[in-house]
């Protein structure tokens, strides 16, 4: 485990990692956008970064949900 210095550049680094997954949301998975969403809304620069962060997270949490219950009904017709 690497211990970072206080003045280390790791968080700014890994905030804008963030951002350029949730940039591009399409193409990433849910856990990855979970994680960056969870990042921004705990290190996001403005009250809004933080809020849209934390909304995506309902949205990609909801979807979830969805997803889950279409593979389940997909799985019943098949029998």
Same mark, same amino acid.
């Given at each position: 485990? &690497?211990?970072?210095?206080?003045?280390s550049?790791?968080? $700014? @680094? %890994?905030?804008?990692? +963030? %951002?350029? #997954?949730? +940039? !591009?949301?399409?193409?990433? $998975? !849910? =856990?990855?956008?979970? =994680?960056a969403?969870?990042? =921004?809304? *705990?290190?996001?620069? &403005?009250? /809004?970064? %933080?809020? @849209?962060? *934390?909304? =995506?997270? #309902? #949205?990609? !949490?909801?979807?979830? /949900? #969805?997803?889950?219950?279409?593979?389940?009904? *997909? /799985?019943?017709?098949?029998?």
């Amino acid at each position: 485990m &690497t211990i970072h210095p206080r003045n280390s550049a790791w968080p $700014s @680094d %890994r905030v804008a990692e +963030a %951002r350029a #997954v949730i +940039a !591009d949301v399409a193409h990433h $998975s !849910d =856990l990855l956008i979970r =994680l960056a969403c969870n990042v =921004l809304a *705990q290190h996001g620069e &403005t009250p /809004g970064e %933080r809020a @849209d962060a *934390q909304r =995506l997270l #309902v #949205v990609v !949490d909801a979807r979830r /949900g #969805v997803a889950r219950a279409q593979r389940e009904d *997909q /799985g019943r017709a098949a029998r």
